[in-house]
């Protein structure tokens, strides 16, 4: 059975850092690309981040980049977001996801609020 | 504002059937595959359809998916109430080299 669980959430003042993480099993992590998706309070989905197998390519939403580095240990099965400088329009659900262009199976997410 | 354009609510009565349309571009669903997502606020999404039109194992054929030009479109027979929850797609746009979703469809089942 595929699962994925996120962690790493929690509540940071605007500029601060955060690491979120993502435990992969039940299948071949490192024959998948993966993504970040977000949920922002009362909000639709926004896809933030993808990484493909090797991590030798990764995308970035506009609102994102240059704040938030994606990357992935295929030796742990894990993969993380790094988000730093963050906004109060960064709090949200963070759901990783396996799948760079069309994910299938998600997480059940992991809050981040950012708030002074 | 998203990429992709569905209708905010969607409602029937049990039993009957519901269309969810998505609307977007050549270079997102004019050009890509398109899932849909069922998906209840604080939970994992669920993939109800992948490449337009096919199920994964395990969801129900009251679910189907259809494409045509830049437009998809999601559809629930025999409606039950367990099938209230938000409904998304979801699609790569090739211009963004970004996933796209849709602002996503709140389905009341009456």
């Known amino acids: 059975e595929v699962q994925l669980v996120d962690s790493g959430g929690g509540v940071v003042r605007p500029g601060g850092s955060l690491r979120l993480s993502c435990a992969a099993s039940?299948?071949?992590?490192?024959?998948?690309?993966m993504s970040w998706v977000r949920q922002a309070p009362g909000k639709g989905l926004e896809w933030v981040s993808g990484i493909n197998w090797s991590g030798g390519d990764t995308g970035y939403a506009d609102s994102v980049k240059g704040r938030f580095t994606v990357s992935r240990d295929n030796a742990k099965n894990s993969l993380y977001l790094e988000m730093n400088s963050l906004r109060i329009e960064d709090t949200a659900f963070y759901h990783c996801?396996?799948?760079?262009?069309?994910?299938?199976?998600w997480g059940q997410g992991t809050l981040v609020t950012v708030s002074s | 504002q998203s990429v992709l354009t569905q209708p905010p609510s969607v409602s029937a009565a049990p039993g009957q059937a519901v269309t969810i349309s998505c609307s977007g571009s050549s270079s997102n669903i004019g050009n890509n595959y398109v899932s849909w997502y069922q998906h209840l606020p604080g939970t994992a999404p669920k993939l109800l359809i992948y490449d337009n039109n096919k199920r994964p194992s395990g969801v129900p054929d009251r679910f189907s998916g259809s494409k045509s030009g830049t437009s998809a479109t999601l559809g629930i027979t025999g409606l039950q109430t367990g099938d209230e929850a938000d409904y998304y797609c979801g699609t790569w746009d090739s211009s963004l080299l970004n996933a796209v979703f849709g602002g996503g469809t709140k389905l009341t089942v009456l």
């Open positions: 996801a396996r799948g760079y262009h069309n994910p299938d199976y």
């Open positions: 039940g299948f071949i992590f490192n024959n998948y690309g």
